[in-house]
């Protein structure tokens, strides 16, 4: 059974930082598109950013320049750094892995809470 596990989330003050992680396991994680997904309370999910298998990234307009999403093939393990955070990036972040409209795999989530 594929999982996605991410860890990381956490309180931080505003301009703090975190890292959040997703390990995955029972996928060919390298083949996999991998992206960070968010959504806060009253909110729809929205995307904060992808990494295609090839490396290429792409990010929400209001994360370019404090995010930063990696990818690591060797530890099956994709990451976002996290810098400058504010108030508004309070949410629940969720770890996608996309091959295919069917295979299409999601975590169950971690907190990240940017409050003072």
């Known amino acids: 059974q594929v999982q996605l596990v991410e860890s990381g989330g956490g309180l931080v003050q505003p301009g703090g930082s975190l890292r959040l992680s997703c390990a995955a396991s029972?996928?060919?994680?390298?083949?996999?598109?991998m992206g960070w997904y968010r959504q806060a309370p009253g909110k729809q999910r929205e995307l904060v950013a992808g990494?295609?298998?090839?490396?290429?990234?792409n990010y929400a307009d209001s994360v370019k320049g404090r995010f930063t999403i990696s990818r690591d093939s060797t530890k099956n393990t994709m990451y976002l750094q996290m810098n400058s955070l504010k108030p508004e990036d309070t949410a629940v972040y969720y770890c996608n892995a996309k091959r295919s409209l069917i295979l299409d795999y999601w975590g169950q989530g971690t907190q990240v809470t940017v409050s003072s």
């Open positions: 990494i295609t298998s090839a490396g290429s990234t």
């Open positions: 029972k996928i060919i994680f390298s083949i996999y598109a």
